[in-house]
């Protein structure tokens, strides 16, 4: 079974400890770690990554990393063969995409995404955070967001670039941060800074149930299709343009304003041949 799986579906309440353990396992390449590494990168002792794999339902810390393996697609060429067990017919995955995409709106709630649209509404620069393999939900959220004349700063992993890039985030700033089958290593060490600058956070996740922390300001958790093999960022995708529609009805007048200005400008610089023709 997928690890992410079990954490999604886990109702037990963890301690600060434990919840440490489990944002270490949710990083990158953890499949290979010792109970021991582990607990160093959490803080914390061995015996607190035991308890949190039995309050998982696993007998035991090696039984966890049998599903992290599957997750990371180390297992060999059985465990990595793209939709070995779904099938690659194109019904057979239309069907998944879309019974995963209609399960959208009952991971995250209206109220929920309006809640993020109204921090973004009020914010002065978005900084967008994401590992590589988000790289491409990353651009197309970034894109989304310069449609509404937002700014937009993308951050890189490297520790340098990302303080340059970071560190003019102020209280009028928001990071949104992408954790899709594993959380940017930096991405803890961001939130807490975050705050401590007064900005915003929101956080997007394929593993509902996340108990990240820091906390962010927002979470949006979906789980994405079924295959754990083979996850396509279509639902991340849907929910970045879900997102900018809920920022532009907020104040429709103003963005469309921003929206014309946009294509003015377009035309002005020659590029009448990206303008959307228009009856």
Do not use: W
């Amino acid at each position: 079974m997928s690890f992410r799986a079990v954490v999604a579906s886990n109702t037990q309440k963890l301690s600060t400890s434990e919840d440490r353990v489990l944002n270490a396992l949710l990083g990158a390449d953890m499949s290979t770690a010792t109970a021991a590494e582990v607990a160093g990168i959490a803080q914390t002792h061995e015996s607190t990554v035991v308890r949190l794999a039995q309050k998982l339902g696993y007998r035991g810390y090696p039984d966890l990393r049998t599903d992290l393996r599957r997750d990371e697609g180390s297992q060999g060429d059985g465990a990595t063969l793209m939709r070995g067990t779904s099938g690659h017919e194109l019904s057979e995955f239309l069907r998944d995409e879309v019974a995963a995409l209609s399960r959208l709106s009952q991971f995250i709630s209206q109220a929920d995404l309006d809640a993020a649209a109204r921090t973004l509404h009020s914010t002065r620069t978005v900084y967008l955070l994401s590992s590589n393999d988000e790289r491409p939900t990353l651009e197309l959220m970034a894109r989304r967001l310069r449609r509404l004349g937002m700014t937009v700063v993308s951050l890189r992993p490297t520790p340098k670039d990302l303080a340059e890039r970071f560190v003019s985030f102020d209280d009028t700033s928001t990071l949104i941060a992408f954790a899709l089958r594993e959380a940017p290593r930096q991405l803890s060490t961001l939130v807490a800074e975050a705050a401590r600058r007064g900005g915003k956070t929101i956080l997007v996740t394929d593993v509902p149930g996340y108990q990240f922390r820091p906390s962010p300001d927002h979470l949006l958790a979906a789980r994405r299709g079924d295959d754990s093999e083979y996850r396509t960022q279509l639902v991340p995708i849907a929910l970045c343009y879900a997102l900018q529609l809920a920022v532009f009805h907020l104040d429709r007048d103003r963005y469309q304003s921003t929206r014309d200005s946009i294509d003015d400008l377009t035309r002005l610089l020659g590029g009448t041949d990206e303008i959307p023709l228009r009856p």
